[in-house]
């Protein structure tokens, strides 16, 4: 085995570490947090979504200080992250459709150049204040769509296994091993739900289905980070060349993952290639050495591009904005506790890291509730789910500032919505029966829910006396317990609205 295999080889085994490693604390990401690392420690050393947040919300953010090395070590090395590190990267490895790359075509040269026009687009439309395209990032794409699809299918499945196995009195042991050692652990206590989950998927499927166009064709063509660490890899030492010993087989063309090896003179792009080092292991000739900074720039824009791509961002900025006077004012427009702050949208990446790490999972992505601009940030819907009175996770898993961490304390006195009772739907309001289910459970003291004792007229002409339920909305702070809990079915007789919002 040449040193040349071997390194290959160990590039695939740091490959599988860091998918395991991200697999792991993407799991991790419950509550209570009890893992060994910080859940979003990919998110956190993502210059993308780093620089997005600061720049958005004109701030410094604390964890750029986590991607700052991932940066310098590309300025040196090169573009190690893509081929070596990314998750994403490596799991487009596992499903390459296609075992051959085809040569760079006429049309190359455009298409790779689209990357680095997106990444200029949400880059202007960070400066704008908005963060509409940092769901394209690579690492929050991925953690979104494990966090908000993968995740809770895989639990249906195996609780679906388990029902079938259960009622076939097949390996009895192993299903009460699941279900008092694993639920609460590797897999939630209760199965969680997330609107329109599909749609994460359905992206993610489209990006796994372009590799059979080009093996990582997302990684060729449009991912903004890959951009943005070849842009920074320019200035690098490990620079991949081809020596005069080349006899022109054109096997390393074949074989490059990333097709940036042109079939006349064998040369690449620098910026493009992400030292995978699968080319020097099918050399025949020992011909491809790294060192040196590289040839790059073959695939930069023209300024009038940039030009063109930066005024359709601010364009499409403040047509996104054109329903400001809509905005914020929502009657469901509820964030967790922490989000209050006017730099929220300037912040959020649409990780969804909160939305996992929700106990209840209250937290779910917003459609059109926050307009276009707020597109799957994470909104309360407290009849799937209360924000839970002892819980601060959203906040200690937020990779930008975004929800902001607050003591348990702090957090019981965050004042997310108000509480209002609907006396068309109220039973002891509707109906003069019995139901005290809201007052009881309110969590804060003293108490936001009062009863009051009035006397009603009951169907058979005789008067009796209702204990009715009145918000105290000084005291509320919209946790959705009381509308969560309520027994009325369909939609609460008391329900919880936005701060601020007008209702009836």
């Keep these: 085995m040449t040193s ?43 210059p993308l979504a780093q620089l997005g947040a600061a720049l958005a919300a004109r701030d410094f953010v604390p964890y750029l200080l986590w991607a700052a090395p991932l940066l310098v070590a590309t300025l040196l090395l090169g573009r190690f ?5 990314c998750p994403m990267g490596t799991t487009l490895d596992l499903f390459r459709l296609r075992r051959f790359n085809p040569p760079p075509g006429k049309n190359e040269m ?39 699809y993968l995740y809770p299918a895989l639990n249906a499945a195996v609780t679906g296994a388990l029902f079938a196995l259960y009622e076939r009195g097949i390996l009895p042991d192993l299903m009460v091993w699941i279900d008092t050692d694993l639920r609460g652990s590797l ?18 499927a489209s990006i796994v289905a372009l590799n059979l166009v080009a093996h990582r064709f997302w990684c060729r063509y449009l991912c903004p980070l890959g951009a943005m660490l070849g842009l920074a890899s320019r200035w690098s030492l490990l620079g991949r ?45 020992r011909a491809i050495s790294y060192g040196g900074r590289p040839s790059s720039g073959r695939y930069d824009p023209s300024r009038r ?33 922490g989000a209050q702050g006017a730099h929220f949208l300037d912040r959020c990446v649409r990780c969804g890291q909160c939305m996992k790490v929700c106990p209840s999972s209250g937290l779910q992505p917003s459609l059109l509730q926050a307009g276009l601009e707020g597109l799957w940030t994470p909104l309360l819907v407290a009849r799937l789910g209360p924000c839970q009175y002892d819980c601060t996770a959203c906040g200690e898993v937020c990779p930008t500032g975004a929800i902001q961490r607050l003591e348990l304390e702090s957090k019981r006195q965050a004042i997310i919505g108000t509480a209002y009772v609907d006396q068309r739907r109220c039973i002891p309001w509707v109906d003069g029966g019995d139901c005290i289910v809201c007052q009881e459970l309110c969590p804060v003291s003293p108490k936001a829910i009062a009863l009051e004792d009035t006397e009603a007229t009951g169907d058979d002409g005789t008067t009796v006396e209702v204990r009715r339920p009145r918000v105290i909305r000084d005291r509320c702070i919209g946790c959705g ?9 369909g939609e609460a007789a008391i329900r919880v609205y936005g701060i601020g919002t007008p209702t009836a």
């Excluded at 395991?20 to 690392?37: E, I, N, Q, V």
């Excluded at 992250?81 to 590190?85: H, K, S, T, Y």
């Excluded at 990032?137 to 494990?146: A, V, Y």
């Excluded at 317990?481 to 079915?489: A, G, N």
């Design 81 to 85: 992250f893509c081929g070596w590190v």
């Design 110 to 148: 455009g298409f790779r150049r689209f990357k680095y026009l997106l990444l200029a687009a949400a880059l202007v439309a960070a400066l704008a204040g908005s963060l509409v395209l940092m769901p394209l990032d690579p690492i929050t794409l991925l953690t979104r769509t494990f966090a908000l």
């Design 187 to 204: 897999l939630p206590a209760a199965q969680p739900y997330f609107r329109l989950s599909w749609l994460f998927l359905l992206l993610f």
């Design 4 to 46: 040349r295999t071997r390194l290959v080889r160990v590039r695939r085994v740091v490959q599988a570490a860091f998918l395991l490693l991200f697999l792991y604390l993407a799991t991790a990401t419950r509550h209570p947090l009890t893992p060994l690392l910080p859940v979003d420690s990919f998110l956190r050393m993502d």
């Design 481 to 489: 317990i009381c509308e969560h809990h309520c027994p009325v079915p």
């Design 305 to 337: 591009q940039l030009l063109g791509v930066a005024g359709v961002a601010a364009l499409g900025i403040a047509g996104l904005r054109a329903d400001a006077p809509r905005k914020g004012t929502d009657a469901f427009d509820i964030r967790p506790p």
């Design 241 to 285: 060349h081809s020596r005069a010993g080349c006899v022109g087989c054109g096997k390393c063309v074949a074989r490059c993952r990333m097709g940036t090896i042109g079939a006349k003179g064998y040369a690449n792009d620098g910026g493009e290639c992400i030292l995978c080092g699968d080319c020097a292991t099918v050399c025949p000739d």
